[in-house]
C-alpha cells in the first residue's frame, strides 16, 4: 500500500517535522540533484533549473549546487526570487550563488540537457502565468519537483498549460494529483524520497500487487469448496456478457459456474463452452418480475450471485427481489444496477458489490461519480463500491483504494464482464467484499497490460489472460 496525501497533509508534515526546514531542504535538493544523476546527467551537460520564489524553488537552488559540484554546467532561470527573510530558499539561493551557479531570471526558453522544474510545489492551483508557458512546450526531458508546475496536487487538473516530466520527485508520500487527472501522464516516473518528515495520514491508498491477495487452496479443496458463482444474465443480443463473467470467473479460480438465464436462451448457452453449466428460468427470452424466486432457487447451491452481465431491461423489481432474497455475497452490475431506482436495495445483511462505470453511478445515486461519492455511498448503504475508471477506486465507505493497474486498453466492449466475474470469484473463494473488490481490479487490470504487449485486447481475450 502506498499512501497518497493531498496539500494540506503536506504542509502538515512539514510543520510537525522535529528536523529544520534548512535540513529538510538540504535532503530534498540533494534527493533530486541524484535523480538527475540517475536520469544519465553528468559532467559538462547542461542543467536549467527553473526555480520560484518558494520552497519548491529553495530545492531547485540546492539540487542546482549539488550538480556545480559534480562539474555539471547548471544554470538558474528565476521566476521572482526568494524573499529576504533570512527563510530556507533564500539560504539556498544565497549557496548556489557562491557555489558558481549562474542565477538570473527567467526568459525566452533555452536549450539544455534536462530542465529542473522548480517552479511551484504541492500549493499550486489555477492557471500557470503566460511567461512560463513556452517552457512547457520544449523538447527536453524534464525532472519536476513534487508535482508538476501547472499540475493541481490534489485533483491532478491542468487549466491551461502544464510540464510533462519524465520524472517526478516528491517527497515522503506520492499526492493524490500524481495518480488523478492528468496526474499519471504529466508526472512521468515517480520517484517518493524519505526526507524525514513522519507518517503521513493518507486520503487515499494507492493498490499494489502485494493489497491484492488471491484466494488460497488448501490441500483437501474440491470445486464447491473453492467457491462457486451463479451468473444471473442473457437476454437476446446480450448473450456474450453472462458467458464473459460466467468464464472469467473460472479463469480467475472458482471451483463452479453456471449461467441462470430465461428459459429461451438455455440451447445457446448450453454450447457455447462445456465448462459452464446453465439452469433455465421460464420460456421466455427475457426474465419477468414474477421470475425472481425461480432464479433464487436455481442458484441456491453457489455461493456469489452476480447480477446484471446482459441482463437487459428487467424491473427493478426483480433484481431487489434477489437481493432481499439472496443469502449470500452478491456483485451488481451493468443492467443490474441500471435496473435500481435508488441505493436502497444495496442495504443488506450480506456482502454487496457493485461495478459501476461513472454513467452508472450517475444514474444510481443522482450525483456525479467522484471516489468521495463513491465513498459516501459506500458509507450510506454499507456496499462496497467499484467505480470503474482510470484509475478506478474501490470503497467500503472507510477506507478508499486507487487502482491504477488497467489502462486505455481495457476500452473494449465486454471487458467489464470479465471483472464482474473476477469479482464474484474472489468473494465466492472466502475474500472479504473490499479486498476481492480490489484483488480483481488490480488483476483485471494487469491481465490487460499484459496481453496488450503481444495482441489488441478483446474481452473473449481478456477472459484467457486473467488465468495466466
Not at 501547472?150 to 508520500?173: E, K, R, S
Not at 504529466?186 to 484466494?215: H, K, N, Q, Y
Not at 456496499?383 to 481495457?410: H, I, Q
Request: aromatic share 4%.
Amino acid at each position: 500500500m502506498e499512501p497518497l496525501i493531498i496539500p494540506a497533509e503536506s504542509h502538515r508534515l512539514d510543520l510537525a517535522s522535529d528536523d529544520a526546514p534548512e535540513m529538510l531542504m538540504e535532503r530534498a535538493g540533494l534527493g533530486v540533484a541524484l535523480t538527475a544523476v540517475e536520469m544519465g546527467i553528468g559532467y559538462g551537460d547542461r542543467v536549467i533549473v527553473l526555480a520560484g520564489k518558494g520552497n519548491n524553488g529553495g530545492d531547485g537552488y540546492t539540487a542546482a549546487r549539488h550538480l556545480a559540484r559534480r562539474g555539471v554546467q547548471v544554470s538558474v532561470r528565476a521566476f521572482g526570487y526568494p524573499r529576504g527573510d533570512g527563510g530556507p530558499a533564500r539560504a539556498a539561493s544565497v549557496a548556489a550563488a557562491r557555489a558558481g551557479v549562474d542565477i538570473d531570471v527567467i526568459g525566452e526558453p533555452e536549450g539544455a540537457d534536462l530542465i529542473i522544474d522548480a517552479l511551484y510545489g504541492v500549493g499550486f492551483h489555477g492557471m500557470l502565468p503566460e511567461p512560463l508557458v513556452p517552457w512547457t512546450r520544449l523538447d527536453t526531458p524534464v525532472l519536476s519537483i513534487d508535482v508538476p508546475s501547472g499540475l493541481d496536487a490534489t485533483t491532478g487538473t491542468v487549466v491551461n498549460a502544464a510540464f510533462y516530466a519524465d520524472a517526478t520527485v516528491t517527497f515522503q508520500a506520492a499526492k493524490t494529483g500524481h495518480v488523478l487527472g492528468e496526474g499519471p501522464e504529466r508526472s512521468g516516473e515517480l520517484f517518493v524520497l524519505d526526507i524525514g518528515l513522519g507518517e503521513p495520514r493518507p486520503t487515499l491508498m494507492l493498490c499494489e500487487e502485494i493489497d491484492a491477495p488471491w484466494p488460497i487452496r488448501t490441500r483437501h479443496a474440491h470445486k464447491w469448496s473453492v467457491g462457486s458463482v451463479a451468473v444471473v444474465g442473457g437476454s437476446p443480443g446480450l448473450t456474450g456478457a453472462a458467458m464473459l463473467a460466467a468464464r472469467s470467473a473460472l479463469n480467475t479460480g472458482a471451483g463452479a459456474a453456471a449461467i441462470v438465464c430465461p428459459g429461451a436462451l438455455q440451447t445457446i448457452y448450453a454450447t457455447m463452452d462445456p465448462g459452464v453449466m446453465s439452469r433455465a428460468v421460464g420460456s421466455g427470452d427475457r426474465f419477468g418480475s414474477d421470475d425472481a424466486a425461480a432464479v433464487l432457487d436455481a442458484a441456491a447451491r453457489y455461493d456469489v450471485l452476480a447480477i446484471g452481465p446482459g441482463l437487459g431491461d428487467v424491473d427493478a423489481a426483480f433484481v431487489e427481489a434477489l437481493l432481499a432474497g439472496w443469502d449470500g455475497p452478491a456483485v451488481v452490475d451493468a443492467d443490474g444496477l441500471n435496473a435500481l431506482t435508488g441505493p436502497d436495495a444495496l442495504r443488506r445483511a450480506d456482502d454487496t458489490i457493485i461495478t459501476p462505470h461513472a454513467g452508472e453511478f450517475a444514474r444510481l445515486t443522482g450525483v456525479t461519480a467522484s471516489h468521495d461519492a463513491a465513498a459516501r455511498l459506500g458509507a450510506d448503504t454499507g456496499a462496497t463500491v467499484l467505480l470503474k475508471g482510470n484509475p478506478t477506486f474501490v470503497t467500503d465507505g472507510e477506507a478508499t483504494w486507487v487502482v491504477a493497474s488497467g489502462g486505455p486498453e481495457l476500452a473494449t466492449i465486454g471487458t467489464g464482464d470479465v471483472l464482474t466475474g473476477m469479482v464474484a470469484a474472489f468473494a465466492a473463494g472466502g475474500l472479504p467484499a473490499d479486498i476481492a473488490a480490489r484483488s480483481a481490479a488490480f488483476h483485471h487490470g494487469t491481465a490487460g497490460a499484459r496481453l496488450s504487449s503481444s495482441a489488441i485486447v478483446t474481452a473473449t481475450g481478456l477472459a484467457a489472460e486473467v488465468g495466466r
